[in-house]
């Protein structure tokens, strides 16, 4: 071994160049990271913010097919609880797997047929919104909101002497939601009257009925019963497939922003004999 062979490094890890110069074998830095992987490259953030948005929006459709949907209130048909222009979420989780909607859910439902105004039909007329609201990212109206008060084989009568419809025979107390108008004696006057009687439900239908019951074109009012003054259809109820979901959060505006349960009243509803 030569002066000069020991004059080496033996930790050193150059290597000798052609003109004598010494290179590290080492890469540049910053070429590797600290795992021994080459750094990725970002990607611009134009590019970034479309793929971004991409996602969002996949995210939204996906949601709002499966899981939660935005809608407001069209009408002052489920006062006091819900006010017209108010902003609702609807879950569909509760109607999966062969559930369906129960006595005192109150639901958001497709117009079985001619039941909606023309001002209830009404979409968002901005371009934006409208298509916002056909990915769910906007509240979407065309749409009707009212609570269940029968399903199958129930039997829905108004009004005991106290002004209670019955379901099944079981008056129910409905003082804690349903909007009670001076000059009204009974919680179901839409047919003009406070005497009648509808059901047995059909399989796989609704009856349901909104909140303000003196304002409230729903079930109740598209009875066909003789000598009375109705918007008799062919059809009073709501068929369970074009229900949508069940209300669950009252959105805004925030200061009257509230949960959305099945009241107390119907729990002790007997089933139809």
Partial sequence: MTTEDRDLDPADDTV???????????????????????????????????????????????????????FYIPSESMEPGLVRDDRILVQ??????GGEPQRGDVVVFEDPGSWLSSAEQGEPSNG??????????????????????GVAGDTITCCDKKGRISVNGKALNEEAYVKQEKGIDCRGPMTGNCSWSAGPVPEGQ??????????????????????????????????????VGKVFVLLWPTDRFDWVGRPDAFADVPDPS
Avoid at 92 to 97: E, G, T
Wanted: net charge positive; proline share 6%.
């Fill in 16 to 70: 000798g160049t052609p003109d004598g110069s010494r290179s590290s074998s080492s890469p540049a830095a910053g070429d590797l990271e600290g795992d021994g992987k080459k750094k990725r490259k970002h990607l611009p953030v134009w590019q970034e913010t479309i793929l971004l948005l991409g996602i969002a929006l996949v995210l939204a459709v996906v949601i709002k097919a499966l899981f939660v949907q935005a």
């Fill in 128 to 149: 934006l919104t409208s298509l916002m609201a056909k990915i769910g990212l906007y509240p979407t109206g065309g749409h009707l909101v009212k609570r269940v008060v």
């Fill in 92 to 97: 569909k989780v509760s109607y999966w797997f």
């Fill in 206 to 243: 609704l009856f349901v009925m909104g909140d303000n019951r003196g304002h409230s074109a729903d079930s109740s009012a598209h009875l066909c019963l003789p000598e009375q003054e109705t918007d008799c259809t062919k059809n009073p109820y709501v068929p369970v497939d074009s229900v």
